[in-house]
């Protein structure tokens, strides 16, 4: 029996287009378009002007705050722009927009011997190379692997359970042993911490191959994960995998789990070994509207258009273009925004998949969004409660203990658009 | 490239299961199609006569109602159907029309949408219109009187008049056959003609996940073993009068029933305690009706006492508060 975490529910997972196609490098655009924050916390000031030349692998922007996460640029060309553009997430960012070389010069980095640097030296090239959380979040590693705790499990999450993307399955089948290696550093980082791979059973092949990998290395374990939605969430990730429960509004550290997303650990590897930048990452190409879905590597900062031009545009019956998962992710109105370092798919979605709610009917009370709560929260009240402005009645059903994993929405037969109005009772 | 997109700005989740409210109220009815075709067997086409009266009546009263209010009509939920249709088969077959069809007036018009309309109701409207033509029955002797010359009546009435089995259970009376009393018996109310079709409309909802065994199941076990404690018979009371209607369609109404399992056990159990309590100690008949609108009352104290723990919350907080009143929203669409 696969561990897992209470509640949630079985979403149809849409993985069977994409899960066996490798990973294949993306020809490479004529312009990025770089967003100086792609982490949660201090903005970054950029390190490069308007008309100035810039290397491959060149850091553009930085900031001395305590939580950040440095950005570089993954191909040489020459500064055009710096200036607001649209991002991801709808909003607006300062950018720094290059007009990339037609040719390039590949960077050359040099491998080090690992077991010679110090832990200081470790969290300071996680902190160089710009790695932040690649699951989504965007959250500082170097800041996550120097917890103010000591540390008994570091959990690998490789469990993906967001429907349609599958970068992160590819990853482990295909860079298994950078990503193992990765660990082993952080493993070390955090003073010697137990490493867990939670890998949901619908990658049985992953399974397979990173226990293969992990037969002869003493203090890390592969434990599969039932498929459920939101397994990889991070409290229910630690709960199925550990069985530690975190307390409501304490981060992990609090019960001496540290979690990192499979990417992120794959790309301390490459820093710390050669001190090479976070400029490139897995994106997931998928949907019934993709002419051409795949997994696709690709420079950070790659306009969204450039990925779907040069994989045959998208068909004519999408109505919804979404960057990130689709339970989590942000539908698209223009095609402008640039894929950054925590954007994980691609998805170009038909009428009958996608939700929407222009006449919601109110809440008749069915249960099912408790049901399957994974917080254990009422969004029914924290729904009704939100629209009607009761915003301290919201609060008390539990609004900002949310983390906004959408199954209420999902499965309201209703259609009221809870997680906005969970959204709308957190920003009053 | 280069098509003109029409890419939709939408805010996540990117997609839904499915599921409407409009799937589920006609999948109740269609669990309700068992317990009409025997009834039709038996007071022949007095059942769908009576059925269409509710079923307009609820549809006319719902566009009034919303109309009124400032409000689009929303037939197509099919709330205002099942309504007319559990209204009509709570009646007894020879009731007159105009009776049925006031019934559902007060059930849809007041109970539901005069609140704030489907899912805003705090009481089961169905029961609420069925109990207040009993309790205003006195006034109702006007209508009665007005619309006599107009009564519709078909053939498959005549038996109508012998005493049901509950109220045979209470004076003491011999009664039926058990096993015919199951599968198929004449007598009360429309939906009381057999035990057998409102089990399997009970296990179709079961299976099609509308409902959870919770309600059912308590309640009906709170009735037996209640029963069976004060010396009656407890089959009999299980397969008697509105019981299984009640707490295979009523009690587990969504709107009106606890949101968590915790709270429908407790839910059930109460129900099932007033209904003997009804049966046995007072009035014979409309036990379940009135058990289920009394609980009804309770069902945000049930939600707000049952809180369960957040995820990695020390101890359920206590919620003071609970306001739920459909007035505010009036003016949505």
Redesign the interface.
């Known amino acids: 029996m696969a561990k897992t975490f209470e509640r949630g529910m079985d979403i149809p997972h849409y993985k069977e287009q994409t899960e066996h196609l490798p990973v294949q490098e993306l020809p490479q655009p004529t312009e990025l378009i770089i967003p100086l924050k792609q982490h949660i916390g201090a903005p970054n000031r950029r390190l490069v002007s308007v008309g100035e030349r810039v290397k491959a692998g060149q850091k553009i922007g930085d900031s001395d705050a305590a939580i950040s996460a440095p950005v570089h640029t993954g191909l040489s060309g020459t500064v055009r722009e710096i200036g607001s553009r649209i991002t991801m997430t709808g909003q607006l960012e300062d950018c720094v927009v290059i007009d990339v070389d037609p040719e390039q010069e590949p960077a050359s980095y040099t491998a080090d011997d690992v077991s010679q640097l110090s832990t200081e030296e470790i969290r300071r090239r996680i902190r160089e190379a710009g790695i932040v959380g690649m699951g989504g979040a965007g959250f500082p590693t170097h800041v996550k692997v120097n917890p103010p705790t000591t540390i008994d499990y570091l959990i690998l999450n490789g469990c993906e359970c967001e429907p349609f993307l599958t970068c992160d399955h590819r990853l482990m089948l295909e860079e298994a042993e950078e990503m193992i290696a990765g660990a082993r550093i952080l493993s070390k980082v955090l003073g010697g911490a137990k490493v867990i791979f939670g890998i949901e059973e619908n990658k049985m092949d992953a399974i397979e191959v990173i226990k293969k990998k992990l037969a002869k290395e003493p203090g890390m374990e592969v434990v599969p994960l039932k498929v459920k939605y939101p397994q990889g969430a991070e409290k229910q990730l630690i709960y199925a995998a550990t069985g530690r429960v975190v307390p409501l509004g304490k981060l992990p550290a609090e019960v001496n789990v540290v979690v990192q997303n499979v990417a992120t650990v794959k790309a301390v590897w490459d820093a710390v070994k050669y001190r090479r930048p976070l400029t490139e990452r897995i994106v997931t190409l998928t949907g019934p509207g993709a002419v051409q879905p795949g997994n696709y590597r690709v420079v950070i900062g790659t306009p969204l258009s450039h990925l779907l031009n040069c994989t045959g545009g998208i068909r004519s019956d999408v109505v919804r273009i979404v960057m990130g998962g689709p339970m989590t992710g942000f539908a698209q109105t223009t095609l402008d925004a640039p894929l950054v370092k925590g954007c994980g798919g691609v998805l170009a979605l038909t009428s009958d998949l996608v939700r929407s709610s222009p006449e919601y009917l109110a809440c008749v009370r069915c249960g099912k969004c408790v049901d399957h709560c994974p917080m254990g929260l009422y969004p029914n009240y924290i729904g009704m409660y939100g629209e009607l402005g009761r915003y301290n009645l919201a609060k008390e059903w539990g609004a900002l203990d949310c983390f906004e994993c959408g199954i209420c929405a999902y499965v309201c037969p209703s259609h009221r658009p809870i997680v906005d109005f969970v959204r709308h009772v957190k920003r009053a | ?1 280069g ?1 003109d ?13 499915g ?3 409009s ?2 109220m006609r999948d109740v009815t269609i669990a309700l199609l068992p317990v009409t075709l025997v009834a039709c067997y038996f007071f022949k086409f007095n059942v769908p006569f009576l059925i269409m009266v509710c079923v307009l009546t609820a549809m006319f009263t719902e566009v009034l109602f919303r109309r009124a209010m400032g409000k689009k009509p ?1 037939l197509h ?1 099919g709330s205002a159907i099942l309504t007319g249709v559990l209204v009509a088969l709570s009646f007894s077959a020879a009731t007159p029309w105009w009776l049925a069809s006031a019934a559902t007036f007060i059930a849809v018009g007041f109970a539901k949408e005069y609140l ?5 109701n705090r009481f089961n409207p169905a029961l609420f219109g069925r109990v207040s033509v009993i309790l205003f029955a006195p006034w109702l002797v006007y209508l009665n009187n007005e619309f006599f010359y107009w009564r519709v009546s078909f053939p498959g009435i005549d038996t109508v008049t012998q005493a049901t089995p509950l109220t045979m259970l209470q004076m003491g009376l011999p009664l039926p056959n058990m096993g015919t009393f199951f599968i198929a018996t004449q007598g009360g109310g429309i939906a009381e003609s057999s035990a057998l079709a409102l089990i399997l409309g009970g296990l179709y909802l079961l299976y099609k996940k509308h409902i959870t065994w919770h309600i059912p199941v308590s309640m009906l076990a709170t009735v037996f073993i209640g029963t069976a404690l004060l010396g009656q018979h407890p089959v009999y009371h299980l397969l008697s009068g509105g019981l299984l209607l009640g707490a295979f369609y009523m009690a587990t109404d ?4 606890p ?2 399992k915790k709270g429908q056990i407790i839910f059930g159990v109460c129900i099932g305690i007033i209904v003997v309590v009804f049966r046995v100690l007072l009035a014979p008949t409309e036990g379940v009706a009135f058990a289920i609108l009394i609980m009804n009352a309770f069902v945000p104290l049930i939600d707000r006492l049952t ?8 101890k359920a ?1 206590l ?6 009143t ?1 007035a ?2 009036a003016v949505k ?1």
């Open positions: 490239m098509t997109l029409n890419l939709q700005a939408a805010s996540s989740p990117h997609l839904h299961a599921d409407q409210v799937t589920a929303q939920d704030g309309g489907l899912g805003w969504w709107v009106t029933s949101i968590t809180r369960r723990k957040k995820f990695g919350e020390e907080q919620i003071k508060q609970t306001v739920s459909g505010n929203v669409s």
